[in-house]
Each structure stands twice: as C-alpha cells, then as structure tokens.
C-alpha cells in the first residue's frame, strides 16, 4: 500500500507530500511482508527464467480441495548464486515452503529459499 | 498519518530558533558504513535548510525529520526501503567538529552502523580541464541509501494514483526498467571506454546504453523519443563524468509507482575515488512530478576481468499465468492507458 505523509512545514501554495519509493520490484504490493506462511505440496510447473523464476505448486487445503499456489522467488542469477539450479525443484517433487504470503487471501508466496524441504 | 504530523509539528517547533545559526546549513555528503540493501558502504546527499518550521532536512532530495538539535548534537530520522521492499526507520545522531558530522545510527534501539557527513567539495568541477578516465571494467552491483519517500507534486501524486505496481508495471512484461531503475537495482555492469563515446552494458535485462562524449547535441525533438534509457551526453570536467539525459519516456523510475515526464533531465556525475570505487550520482529534475530533484549516489566496486555477467533473457509468462490464475487478465487488457 502506497502512504502519503502530509508534511508539517508544507507551503501554503503548493501541494507537498512523501511518497514512497526505490523497490526493483514491488513485492510488497502483492506480497504481506508482516504475514509468514508455510505451505506444503506437489510441485506441477516450473518457470525457470527472468525476470523471476516461479514455482506452481498444487496444496491441498482444509477441506481437502486442491489449490494451485503460485510461488515467486527472486531473478534466475540471484537464485543460481545462492546455490539453486532447475534440478533443486522439479516438476513431481511435494515440498514444505515459507515465505511472504499473498495479500487479500490470494494463493501465492514469495519465496523464503532456505525454508525448503523436500520431502 | 495525522498522528506523525502532529508528532512532527510538535518536535520543530523548539528547533525554530536555532535554526538560523545552525553550523548544519547546508550541502553534506551523507555515508553509511552500512549499506540498507547490501551491506557495503553507502553515500547519498544530506541537506539542511532554513525552513517556515525551522531547520528542515533532506536526504537525496527527500525529507527526513529533525528530531533534536543542541549546539553541534543533531539528531534525525531517515526512512528507507530494503531489496524486498520492507520499510524501515533509521534514527542517526550524531556530533559536528572540525568541520564533519560523526554518529551512529539504530533502528528501533538496534545498532545499524557509524554513519558521517563531509562538506561536499566534489560538485566544483565547473571549468576543470578534462582529464578523461578510463573507466572500462566490470562494476559490482552497487550500494545505495535507499531513500524511501519523497516530494511530489500534485500531478505527480495523480501518476501515482493510477499506476497499480502489480500490473502496470513494465519490467513484469520484461520492458525495460528504464534509466533510473536499471542504474540503481541488484545488477552489475560491464563499461567500455571508448574515444568519442561510453558503452555501458547492463546484466539488467541485457540493457545497452551509450554516453556520447564527442561534443554533439541532443537530437531535435528529443522530448518525444520516448526512449527507456534515454539520450546521453557526457563530457568531463576534470576527473569527473558529466552527464545529461534527455528523452526518456514518461514511465515510473521504480516499481512502486514514482512517475517520470518526458521533460525530465537526468544529470549524473561519474568519478572513481582513491580507493578505486566508481560513484554515481544521479539527480532526476523533474518538476511535473517532484517540487525537488530526487538524488541518488550508487557505489560500485571493481571486479575481476573474469567475472561473469550472466545472461539476462526474460519471458512475461510467469506475469499472464499470475494474471490467469487472480482472474485478473481482463483487468490487464483494459488498462491500455496505462501501460508504460
């Protein structure tokens, strides 16, 4: 969420606010920085490029019913420099993950890559 | 955020008097000894000036609050953001004597680092002879404050509110980040050095930009080039890299939103320190969309030769699939205008 800060020495003329800034890319728009989660399940696709690389994951929730969990980490040089290559998470593979999770109850996660378990 | 301006009002007024004397007024150069974003050293632009309130203060073209001020003592906050994009509060304090400001700054009473601030003297490079440096090589990713909010405008504020970062934002669609953003995110670059120009080539989506430095002009008409890197001149100024962008089309200079015009000027200053570190500095003037240039000071390392700069191909699918699975992609397609 954006925020505007009215400031106390404001001219009188001309409208002045602080507005928020310098993110690459605006993972707390979509993501809740204060909310962690961890989800569990079978790994069905793998995007595997720029500008970040995606995990697609079925999670089967309380009522049993399959969800589809949209899973964001960060650009492919960032993830093949902390040790990831595409076989560290395959198509077929169940996981144990945590990580930022969607806002307004959306099904997507944004990465927290040494949460991982392959189980 | 009624609440921190009343809060703010409150603290500036005791500061009001002793203001107009204050040894802080004017122009610092503003270094962290920790980077917000990795860890490394970090510069940007501290000001202080006469304000209606009292001493006002800004860091790169933002302001920040003076919380306390007692003789050569200043005390004053400074809000910015991680990689991730967490916000944060920093408190620096810190003393004046002879001639520079040392302290130390905290973050919720937790220590983040000595922190100083030197009078700028780097900026008086008008009329230097040229002493043009060879700045081919491969540059870290660089280190930078990351200021968090700054002043905009009434049309800038109206961009803003029309711009939703989780779907118009370009680099989603793998477009080029553009000038701004591309110079300050988590990317190394390749520069070579050439007689009539400076090639720069970014790990960031394998962006290529050019610096004419053989004295040309800007192209007619440049303010409807519509271009993401913009159109670059530099010439030097001693030691120092000057250089002016034009052009650049009217798009947001970071993923959360901050507009830029079509009549915005970029200015850059390039130059390698004793310890053969290159610093930036950039200061965006655009006053459709900021009532102050927003500043930015990015310092980058040398690498070795050898390093690889990986490839950067980008594929939007991941984007569309994220839009398909939200239910979002007719809202994608009737946001046409606000494409950027």
């Known amino acids: 969420m954006k925020k505007w800060v009215s400031l106390a020495v404001a001219s009188a003329t001309a409208l002045v606010v602080a507005q928020s800034a310098t993110a690459h890319h605006a993972l707390a728009a979509n993501y809740d920085t204060d909310n962690i989660g961890t989800i569990e399940g079978v790994v069905v696709e793998v995007f595997w490029s720029n500008p970040h690389v995606h995990y697609y994951i079925e999670v089967a929730n309380a009522e049993g019913v399959t969800e589809l969990w949209d899973v964001e980490t960060s650009n492919l040089a960032t993830v093949m420099r902390s040790g990831w290559t595409r076989e560290t998470v395959e198509v077929g593979d169940r996981i144990r993950i945590s990580g930022q999770l969607g806002r307004n109850g959306i099904h997507r996660l944004a990465l927290d890559r040494e949460s991982l378990e392959v189980l | ?340």
């Open chain 2, 1 to 340: 955020m009624i609440e921190r301006t009343i809060l703010v009002s409150l603290m500036m007024m005791p500061l009001t008097s002793a203001a107009q004397d204050s040894p802080f007024l004017g122009e610092w150069l503003l270094r962290l000894d920790q980077d917000n974003r990795i860890g490394r050293s970090a510069y940007g632009s501290l000001v202080f000036e006469l304000g209606t309130g009292g001493l006002e203060a800004y860091i790169d073209g933002g302001s920040v609050n003076v919380l306390e001020i007692d003789g050569t003592r200043i005390v004053f906050d400074f809000d910015w953001s991680d990689l991730p994009d967490a916000r944060h509060l920093s408190i620096l304090e810190g003393a004046l004597a002879n001639g520079v400001i040392t302290g130390t700054a905290t973050e919720n009473g937790e220590d983040r680092g000595g922190w100083r601030a030197m009078r700028s003297e780097r900026r008086d490079t008008v009329g230097l002879a040229p002493e043009p440096v060879d700045l081919t090589g491969i540059w870290s990713r660089p280190a930078i404050l990351s200021k968090h909010e700054f002043e905009v405008t009434a049309a800038g504020r109206a961009a803003d509110e029309r711009y939703d970062s989780t779907i118009d934002d370009p680099i989603l669609r793998c477009v080029s980040d553009g000038l701004i953003r591309m110079s300050h995110g988590p990317f190394h670059i390749e520069v070579v050095s050439m007689p009539n120009k400076i090639i720069v080539l970014h790990e960031d989506l394998h962006e290529v930009r050019r610096i004419y430095t053989d004295g040309r002009d800007f192209p007619a008409d440049i303010e409807y080039a519509n271009l993401a890197m913009g159109f670059s001149i530099g010439r030097w100024e001693g030691s120092t890299l000057v250089v002016e962008s034009r052009g650049l089309k009217p798009s947001v200079w970071d993923a959360a939103g901050m507009p830029i015009s079509s009549d915005a000027v970029v200015t850059e200053r390039w130059y390698v320190d004793d310890a053969g570190e290159l610093h930036v500095e950039f200061s965006l003037d655009d006053p459709v969309n900021y009532h102050r240039p927003v500043e930015m000071h990015g310092v980058r390392s040398p690498l070795p030769p050898s390093t690889l700069i990986p490839e950067y191909s980008c594929d939007p699918h991941a984007f569309y699939r994220s839009l398909q699975l939200e239910g979002r992609l007719d809202e994608y397609w009737s946001r046409g205008a606000n494409r950027l």
